[in-house]
């Protein structure tokens, strides 16, 4: 427990890494439950995995796995048109990198969005009594780190993690629609620090390029963080990956060597 009267340098730097952690914790959540899991279905998971997948969600993001989903759907759908929720290409990236957020909260309170992209993920018993009530989640959360370090660590903790989040969030629609390597014939981009920063999510291109595959790295120098819990959890029986090899979309040509 860190009180009002520990050093606020020791404060500030406890706060941030423990934010760093817990954004590391939800991009991992994000690009492997999210998207990968829900959104493709590359990997499926157990029960067990499932329900702790879905409880960490919500007490570090707050997200309705099935707004998510409907909204990332429908980036697949219409990639980089007028009918994309988040496209740099009609919007321009920066403004993209700006307003991702608001974005993707006009689509995902579409009701008709949600019901022809997510129509599988229909709200349960556990979504209806808890997981639905996105500022109870968070609320829980940052209680948790108030109990265990204090206010004070809590709240630099908070802004370092919802800054991180929704700006690395904004960066995998933005800038990895823009800059950064084009291996195969889509619109999206390869950047590694984007893939440190997101747990694999930078490797956009090799996303849209083969988006059943629940590895994002397609060569041997490129780092999948993501990758590297699902690897694990498979051995444990937690996790099972849908396809061993790579299966490209149509139309998509690799020009790496």
Do not use: C
């Amino acid at each position: 427990m860190f009180s009002v009267g520990s050093s606020p340098f020791v404060l500030i730097a406890v706060g941030t890494l423990i934010g760093v952690a817990i954004t590391t914790l939800a991009n991992l959540i994000t690009t492997v439950f999210l998207h990968r899991g829900l959104s493709h279905r590359a990997v499926t998971f157990s029960p067990i995995a499932t329900v702790a997948f879905r409880i960490g969600l919500w007490m570090t993001t707050g997200i309705r796995p099935r707004q998510w989903v409907a909204v990332h759907r429908k980036h697949h759908a219409h990639t980089d048109t007028v009918d994309d929720p988040h496209s740099p290409a009609v919007h321009g990236w920066w403004r993209v990198q700006l307003r991702n957020y608001a974005m993707y909260r006009r689509a995902a309170r579409d009701e008709s969005n949600v019901e022809k992209f997510a129509r599988d993920l229909k709200p349960d018993r556990l979504d209806r009594a808890l997981l639905d009530h996105a500022l109870l989640g968070l609320a829980t959360g940052i209680a948790l780190l108030v109990v265990l370090f204090g206010p004070w660590v809590a709240l630099v903790a908070s802004v370092v993690h919802i800054n991180y989040y929704i700006a690395a969030s904004s960066a995998v629609n933005a800038i990895g629609h823009h800059f950064g390597r084009r291996p195969y014939d889509n619109s999206a981009t390869n950047l590694q620090w984007l893939a440190f920063l997101t747990a694999g999510e930078g490797l956009h291109n090799n996303h849209h390029a083969a988006p059943t595959s629940a590895k994002l790295a397609h060569r041997w120098y490129e780092v999948d963080l993501g990758w590297f819990l699902i690897k694990p959890m498979t051995w444990l029986h937690l996790a099972r990956v849908r396809l061993d090899e790579l299966k490209l979309v149509t139309a998509q040509r690799s020009h790496a060597r």
